[in-house]
């Protein structure tokens, strides 16, 4: 099989790392090396923020209005819609995710693009009606600065786009570091974006692993704001990195999300919410619901329903349009996974289905849709952010037990409640403490719905109108527009 080898993309400019260092990429379905990536160095990191800074202080992008930027957005949404089968197709081959997920989401993504650039020219400040005579103060929302932008490998298409789109319609430059896991997308994207036409230095993309390039792109002196989305432990890095540039930092984190269902839900609808929480993207998303809290009166059909469906998901190539789960983006995911099961099985969990590499899968990193029944949360697949299609089970009696278990963690993303109760779904969506709630849907997305949670699950919001104020800062503007010159502030009238 023949091996991609792909280039940073900085200034406008496809090239090698300063030292020509390269890192394999494998394709996870395989386990085989399918790309290269160049492992941006010191140097290079430098100067793909000092492109960014130039482009954004001085460059033809500083000189450009608000509308125009926009018109570059909308130019580049129309080519990435065009490419969209493509970047999935790659997106797939790189890190194993489901083609019907990665082309669509690329798809899709194009929209992202869209909304931003209809925004790029709506972003204005204030008049205040301000306490003191003779003075007219505004507000203006300027460009926050250079934003680093750190994507993981789980949809990278997707977590660039809502960090580009809010980013450029604001009037930043950026410089996006993939994953060392599965850089070609960035790097594939890089094409794209060449041929929309942005002044050199607007949207450079890098690949390197996280020491020392991300290390050094979040501390640099001239980023001035960092967009991160990954794990817990990467966080606190990047969160001590920006002491030096003491750069605001937004966080997209995991969850250990709750989707709870009531005796009066629709179940053939609340064991879709439950599969398609679980086992879409193999279970590798931030907002997966992998605690599921069922009622009494409905759990043991559920646990019959999901086992069989979960039996019932077809695994294989996630480039083959048959397969329903892919592989597992890495060993590590692959492992963690085999050992939590172990774990929670020997700590009084039930495993009714998977838990083990699926029979007549020898290579890639594949695993069973897994569900295990737990008696409580001091199990541990019911704490720990699994990243894997690993399913837990809750029982509970009323809803005050239901709200007392889903807030029973340290992350704080998304939550699913399924009831055909109304007023339940409304009193139980102001309970949970999550910064998304789905009422009878699950993971549903929109470039013009924020995202994003609190706790463990990090801080900030991205897409919607919300994530415009993570890109831009506050001048106050104090004019004076009294006839009379400014008084000496030591004689006293
Ligand atoms: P990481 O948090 O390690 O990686 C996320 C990104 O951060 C990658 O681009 C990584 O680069 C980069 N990075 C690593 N170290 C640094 C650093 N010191 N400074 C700046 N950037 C850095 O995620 P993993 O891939 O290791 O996954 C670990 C766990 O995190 C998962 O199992 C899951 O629980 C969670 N996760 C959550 C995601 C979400 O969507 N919220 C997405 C991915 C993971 P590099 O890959 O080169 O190290």
Known sequence: MSVTDYQLYINGEFCDASDGSRFDSINPSTGEVWATAPAATEQDVDRAVKAAHHAMFEGE???????????????????????????????????????????GQSAYVADYYR??????????????????PDMHVYTRREPIGVVAAIVPWNAEMFLTATKVGPALAAGCAVVIKASEIAPAPILEFAKVVDQVGFPPGVINLITGFGEPCGRILTSHKQVSKVAFTGGADTARHVIANTANNFAPVSLELGGKSPLVIFDDADLEGAVNGAVAGNFGASGQSCVAG??????????????EMVTERA????LGDPLDDDTQMGPL??????????????ASASEGATIHT???RPDGFETGWYF???????????????????????MSVLKFENEEDAIGLANDTEFGLGAGIFTNNLARAHRVSEKIHSGIV???????????????????????????????HEFTRTKTVWINTSPEPMANPFVMR
């Open 61 to 103: 992008w500083s000189k450009m209005t608000a509308t125009q930027r926009g018109h570059l957005l909308f130019k580049l949404a129309d080519a990435v819609a065009e490419v969209a089968q493509d970047l999935g197709s790659i997106e797939t081959t790189d890190s194993g995710k489901l083609a019907a997920e990665t082309r």
């Open 115 to 132: 909304y931003y650039g209809g925004m790029a020219d709506k972003i204005q400040g204030d008049v205040l009606p301000i306490d003191k």
């Open 290 to 303: 992998s605690r599921v809290i069922v009622q009494a009166g409905v759990y043991d059909r559920f646990i």
């Open 311 to 314: 039996q019932a998901i077809r």
């Open 329 to 342: 983006a890495t060993q590590v995911q692959y492992d963690r996974c085999i050992s939590v099961v172990a």
């Open 354 to 356: 998977g838990g083990k």
């Open 368 to 390: 069973e849709p897994t569900v295990i029944a737990c008696p409580d949360q001091t199990i541990t697949s019911t704490r720990v952010e699994l990243f894997g299609p690993v």
């Open 438 to 468: 789905w009422v009878n849907t699950y993971r549903a997305i929109s470039p013009i719905a924020p995202f994003g949670g609190f706790g463990n699950s990090g801080y900030g919001r991205e897409a919607g109108v919300d994530a415009i």
